[in-house]
T-cell receptor
């Protein structure tokens, strides 16, 4: 298995531009998570999906952020318009619920390093 | 605020020594997990300990959990230079037994020198 795939790996953009980050979870996983990591705030959960449905988006910082999961193999995180304070590494992770009891080990992608100038 | 707080924030040891990292959390948990993050990479799951377990081993890793003190420790024995990374604890506070979100701690940066 190729693991969780994220693209692009690096993104540099100017303030005000739209940014779209992409994620392909591990095949068969039914949970998908978007995180943001910064030195100041550490690793923050932004939103997570179960079976393509958003379950908890309480971590999404503001309306400029949106996430979609149109199918089981693809998700996007969009920032519009982007601001310098959005600069961070964004991780996507997936996990699987197996049987009646799951311990939701999460598998992380390599991350997208976003720089907003 | 973060559910888990790791201690120390940074640790520097020599190869062959043992490394101990601690994690404290605030609420009741279903399980606690430890992850490693190498520089510039995503997090990698190391080990999971359930709330009804007190100790668990995996290779050179030993994890303990004290739910009365709301704390956990990760011991890496006979450390190697390749163990240099940041280590995070993550807590699952769900009470349904279904997959849900994890809350990650602040991390411990471990440096293992030759």
């Amino acid at each position: 298995d190729a693991g969780v795939i994220q693209s692009p790996r690096h993104e540099v953009t100017e303030m005000g531009q739209e940014v779209t980050l992409r994620c392909k979870p591990i095949s068969g996983h039914d949970y998908l998570f978007w995180y943001r990591q910064t030195m100041m705030r550490g690793l923050e959960l932004l939103i997570y999906f179960n079976n393509n449905v958003p379950i908890d988006d309480s971590g999404m910082p503001e309306d400029r952020f949106s996430a979609k999961m149109p199918n089981a193999s693809f998700s996007t995180l969009k920032i519009q318009p982007s601001e310098p304070r959005d600069s961070a590494v964004y991780f996507c992770a997936s996990s699987s619920e197996s049987g009646r009891v799951t311990y939701n080990e999460q598998f992380f992608g390599p991350g997208t390093r976003l720089t907003v100038l | 605020s973060q559910q888990g707080e790791e201690d120390p924030q940074a640790l520097s040891i020599q190869e062959g020594e043992n490394a101990t990292m601690n994690c404290s959390y605030k609420t009741s948990i279903n399980n606690l997990q430890w992850y490693r993050q190498n520089s510039g990479r995503g997090l990698v799951h190391l080990i999971l300990i359930r709330s009804n377990e007190r100790e668990k081993h995996s290779g050179r890793l030993r994890v303990t959990l004290d739910t009365s003190k709301k704390s956990s420790s990760l011991l890496i024995t006979a450390s190697r230079a390749a163990d240099t990374a940041s280590y995070f604890c993550a807590t699952d506070a769900s009470n349904t037994g279904t997959a849900s979100k994890l809350t990650f701690g602040t991390g411990t940066r471990l440096q293992v020198t030759l």
